[in-house]
Structures are given as C-alpha cells and as structure tokens.
C-alpha cells in the first residue's frame, strides 16, 4: 500500500497554508488547511481504513516552550502530539482533498469536521493545549496542523500513517482517543502505509 501526497513529499517540509501556526512575530495563525492525501494498493479484504497524524517531536516538557529569551533544546526528550485521527473512512476512497477535512482555525475546535461519508473523527491535542485559553478552550476535533514551538531548536516531523482493516467500522464514535483507536484496531490491521513531512516556525530549528 502507498500512500502520498500532492503538497509535500516524504521527508519533505509541509507547506505553511497545511499548517495551524507559522512565523509571524514571532508566531501567526496560518491557514489550518489539511494536506491533500492519496492511497492506492490497499490488500484485498480492505473494508475501511484509518488515517493518524502524529507529531512524534512535542516538547516533553513546557518550562522553555514559546518563551522569550529560551531556547528548547534539541536534546529535550520528545513525546507524540495528536494531529489528527480519523477511523470508518470508506473501503472505496483513496483521495482526501486539499481543504477538505479542514479550512480556517476555529477557536475552541470544530464541533463537526467534515470527512469522507461514513467516517469518525477523533479529539486531538490542541484540546489539552488550549485547555487554560478562554479565548481557544475547546474540545479539538479533526484536523488541526502543526504549530511546533516558534523557539524550538529541532523541527518537528508529522507522520501521517494510514491503515487498512479488515472492518467496516471500529465502533467508535465521534471524539476518541488515541488510546481508544489502538485497542480498537489491534488485530485488524490487513496493512499501512505512511508519509512524514516536516515542519518549523523557528527558521534556525535543524
């Protein structure tokens, strides 16, 4: 199974319009558009598949994050950062388009993000980081793209990982985890693919 995309290729940065935040001063919101996103060769038996986004790069610790006058270090241990999640998309899709999942920031998080017909979309991170934001508080759905820290020395790698199922559906309903999502498809993953771009607001990050 292959899977690939029109906006960026493996290894390769992610353009900024895909992105939550980008350089500003010293950070802006950006255009929060999802990447367009192609699969092909899925096994015989595939009945849905599911698509993660992951940033395996998030600080494991905040005390230097987006603060003036510090640097996160490149050495700090990383954790992973939920981008997106999305189960039940359609044995017969292979195309999300550009735009197509997700157009625009909405504070506090899309209540309803579209999708392909038949698909759920689980929370992401931005739910926990904007938890003590009045103005962005929310519960986060869908599609939200990268924002790494505008200070952080390294940049940050987005995997997005597709899988095929043996299963129409996991049983899931709009808003699961992470967590939640794996122990759904544990035994019935047929295959995956995947594809990682990168991303940096800090123009000296490496």
Same mark, same amino acid.
């Given at each position: 199974?292959?899977?690939? %995309? ?81 189960? &039940? ?19 506090? &998080?899309?209540?309803?993000?579209? +999708?392909?017909?038949? %698909? ?7 739910? +926990? ?8 508080? &929310? ?5 939200? &793209? ?24 996991? +049983?899931?309903?709009?808003?699961? +985890? ?29």
């Amino acid at each position: 199974m292959q899977l690939r %995309s029109n906006d960026f290729e493996e290894g390769k940065p992610i353009p900024r319009e895909c992105a939550f935040g980008q350089p500003g001063d010293p950070v802006a919101l950006s255009d929060n558009r999802n990447p367009h996103l192609a699969w092909r060769d899925a096994p015989p038996g595939t009945r849905s598949f599911v698509l993660t986004c992951i940033d395996g790069d998030a600080p494991s610790r905040g005390d230097d994050v987006n603060q003036p006058g510090r640097t996160v270090s490149a050495d700090l241990p990383r954790t992973d950062f939920v981008h997106w999640l999305m189960a &039940g998309i359609p044995a017969d899709c292979g195309e999300l388009g550009n735009g197509s999942c997700s157009d625009g920031i909405t504070p506090h &998080g899309k209540r309803a993000p579209t +999708g392909p017909a038949g %698909s759920h979309q689980g929370e992401n991170d931005y739910s +926990g980081w904007f938890a003590s934001d009045p103005q962005m508080a &929310g519960t986060y759905l869908g599609y939200d &793209g990268p924002c790494p820290p505008w200070n952080d020395a390294r940049v940050h790698r987005y995997r997005f990982e597709l899988h095929a199922l043996d299963v129409p559906s996991l +049983g899931l309903s709009t808003g699961f +985890g992470l967590d939640q999502l794996r122990a759904a498809m544990d035994g019935h993953v047929l295959a995956s693919a995947a594809l990682t771009g990168t991303y940096a607001i800090n123009p000296d990050a490496k």
